[in-house]
């Protein structure tokens, strides 16, 4: 789109930045269909406000994912289907060697998904902006507001305790337990 007032194409970014946007998004949610669904929306919502879009203010990836991470907060906020679930979130079926089918997940490790799950909302939040959307530590820091210094802080002990979790489980599932 070259209406914008900015010299960047729209169509490069989206081929630039679909699958960090999905990646990002994949890390946060729990289905295929709903990370698809969501990423669609982060670059209809994009394409709308194209205009707006300013490059001295950060880069365009930086922008979609802020984008999709409100457009994660506002799914959350209205999903109220886990208020009819009991409790348990699905250890017992892994723990008893039940898998989701590929279909239900983005085919991450059941061990990595249980791990990060053990992390906290902010915690997941920065892992998925770092792995899922490959963004650098300061982007992080422009994405959410936090200080480099506090965002490195959090990935460290975020990373720190998946490999603790990780490598706890490691000989109980080589052990087949």
């Given at each position: 789109m070259t209406d914008a007032p900015n010299s960047i194409d729209f169509a490069s970014v989206y081929d630039e930045s679909i699958w960090r946007v999905y990646g990002f998004v994949g890390f946060?949610?729990?289905?295929?269909q709903d990370a698809e669904d969501l990423t669609q929306q982060t670059f209809e919502r994009a394409l709308r406000a194209w205009a707006r879009f300013d490059p001295d203010r950060g880069s365009a990836e930086s922008w979609l994912l802020s984008i999709a991470r409100n457009l994660i907060i506002d799914h959350y906020r209205s999903d109220r289907s886990f208020m009819n679930k009991p409790l348990d979130d699905g250890r017992a079926e892994l723990a008893r060697g039940i898998v989701p089918s590929p279909e239900d997940g983005l085919g991450v490790a059941p061990e990595l998904a249980a791990a990060l799950e053990t992390l906290d909302d902010r915690e997941r939040e920065l892992i998925a902006l770092r792995f899922g959307g490959d963004l650098s530590g300061p982007e992080i820091a422009r994405v959410t507001g936090l200080s480099l210094a506090n965002v490195?802080?959090?990935l460290s002990r975020?990373?720190?305790q998946l490999r603790t979790v990780l490598v706890s489980d490691a000989p109980a599932a080589a052990l087949g337990a």
């Amino acid at each position: 789109m070259t209406d914008a007032p900015n010299s960047i194409d729209f169509a490069s970014v989206y081929d630039e930045s679909i699958w960090r946007v999905y990646g990002f998004v994949g890390f946060r949610v729990k289905s295929r269909q709903d990370a698809e669904d969501l990423t669609q929306q982060t670059f209809e919502r994009a394409l709308r406000a194209w205009a707006r879009f300013d490059p001295d203010r950060g880069s365009a990836e930086s922008w979609l994912l802020s984008i999709a991470r409100n457009l994660i907060i506002d799914h959350y906020r209205s999903d109220r289907s886990f208020m009819n679930k009991p409790l348990d979130d699905g250890r017992a079926e892994l723990a008893r060697g039940i898998v989701p089918s590929p279909e239900d997940g983005l085919g991450v490790a059941p061990e990595l998904a249980a791990a990060l799950e053990t992390l906290d909302d902010r915690e997941r939040e920065l892992i998925a902006l770092r792995f899922g959307g490959d963004l650098s530590g300061p982007e992080i820091a422009r994405v959410t507001g936090l200080s480099l210094a506090n965002v490195q802080q959090i990935l460290s002990r975020a990373l720190r305790q998946l490999r603790t979790v990780l490598v706890s489980d490691a000989p109980a599932a080589a052990l087949g337990a």
